[in-house]
Structures are given as structure tokens and as C-alpha cells.
């Protein structure tokens, strides 16, 4: 069974930076798209990065393009999400999720880790 485990947010000044971390385990080849999403609230769930792990290749939503990555650890099998230049727009709470296909639709993702805080004030 697929399980994902987001971990790292809290509260950071304007201009701050955090990273987020997503355990995954469950997947017998290791490979798939992980995605991290945000839902502020009030708001709909919006797509913010994602990755192939097969191929690495990445994408990001334009809002945070030049400030956040996406990455992953293969061998501690984490997905992080690091985040720098934070604005109080970015404040929400953030998912780790895992499917077939690399898109920032959350619509393709099958699996969904609790979501983790993330504020962003000063």
C-alpha cells in the first residue's frame, strides 16, 4: 500500500524559506509522479510542482517558478519541496501526493499523504 507522510512546515517571515519533506513508500519499482499541492482556505486545491522520478524531469506552477524545487532523495525515497522567497500568498496547506503522470492536476493523483502547515506572516 502507497503511504505518504508530509513533514516541515510551520511559520516563516515574508522573504523566508522552508523545506518540505515527503516520505513515500509502497511502490514496488520506485517509480511515478509525485506532485505538491496547497489549499488556502476558501480556495481550491492548486498544483504548485511536480516530478517524474523516472526521468526527472519537473514542473511548477508559474506563481512560484525561480522559488521553489522539487526534488527527491531515491535513496531515503523523499520527496522534498524547498520553498525560498516565501510570500503570504503562498500560506496553505501543503500535500505530497503520487500517481502515473507528471501534471499539476490533482485530478491524475492517486494517493495523497495529511498535508503539513505552511504560513507564511510576519
Known amino acids: 500500500q502507497v503511504q505518504l507522510v508530509e513533514s516541515g512546515g510551520g511559520l516563516v517571515q515574508p522573504g523566508g524559506s522552508l523545506r518540505l519533506s515527503c516520505a513515500v513508500s509502497?511502490?514496488?519499482?520506485?517509480?511515478?509522479?509525485a506532485g505538491w499541492f496547497r489549499q488556502a482556505p476558501g480556495k481550491e486545491r492548486q498544483g504548485v510542482a511536480c516530478?517524474?522520478?523516472?526521468?526527472?524531469?519537473?514542473e511548477y506552477a508559474d506563481s512560484v517558478k525561480g522559488r521553489f524545487t522539487i526534488s527527491r532523495d531515491s535513496a531515503k525515497k523523499t520527496v522534498y519541496l524547498q520553498m525560498n522567497n516565501l510570500k503570504p500568498e503562498d500560506s496553505g496547506f501543503y500535500y505530497c501526493?503520487?500517481?502515473?503522470?507528471?501534471?499539476?492536476?490533482?485530478?491524475?493523483?492517486?494517493?495523497w499523504g495529511r498535508g503539513t502547515q505552511v504560513t507564511v506572516s510576519s
Open positions: 516530478m517524474s522520478t523516472g526521468d526527472g524531469s519537473t
Open positions: 509502497g511502490y514496488e519499482d520506485d517509480y511515478y509522479a
Open positions: 501526493a503520487s500517481g502515473y503522470w507528471r501534471v499539476l492536476d490533482a485530478e491524475n493523483y492517486d494517493y
